[in-house]
């Protein structure tokens, strides 16, 4: 059975930085690309950033640019989304995705919370 552990979320003010963990247990031997997604209050989700197993990374949206980074270890089968310069409209809950480039797998976190208090 395949889990993802997320961890690092919490309160922090606004300019305040935030180090996001996401774990996988139980992968076969597909590559992922692995993602992070968010969803804010009142709003649907929103895809953030994505990195191939090779380590190249897509940015989906320009709300993050130049603020988070994501990275992974593939020994570890662990990500990570640094968030620095954190502002309240980054409050939401973080999820990350593992993607099968082999197959149509797709595993989801369960979510960690990050409020941004202003």
């Known amino acids: 059975e395949v889990q993802l552990v997320e961890s690092g979320g919490g309160s922090v003010q606004a300019g305040g930085s935030l180090r996001l963990s996401c774990a996988a247990s139980?992968?076969?031997?597909?590559?992922?690309?692995i993602a992070w997604f968010r969803r804010a209050p009142g709003k649907e989700r929103e895809g953030l950033l994505c990195i191939t197993r090779s380590g190249g990374t897509t940015n989906y949206t320009d709300a993050v640019k130049g603020r988070f980074t994501i990275s992974r270890d593939n020994a570890k089968n662990t990500v990570y989304l640094q968030m620095n310069s954190l502002k309240p409209e980054d409050t939401a809950v973080y999820y990350c995705?593992?993607?099968?480039?082999?197959?149509?797998?797709?595993?989801w976190g369960q979510g960690t919370r990050v409020t941004v208090s202003s």
């Open positions: 995705n593992f993607k099968g480039q082999l197959s149509i797998n797709s595993y």
């Open positions: 139980g992968l076969n031997g597909d590559e992922y690309a």
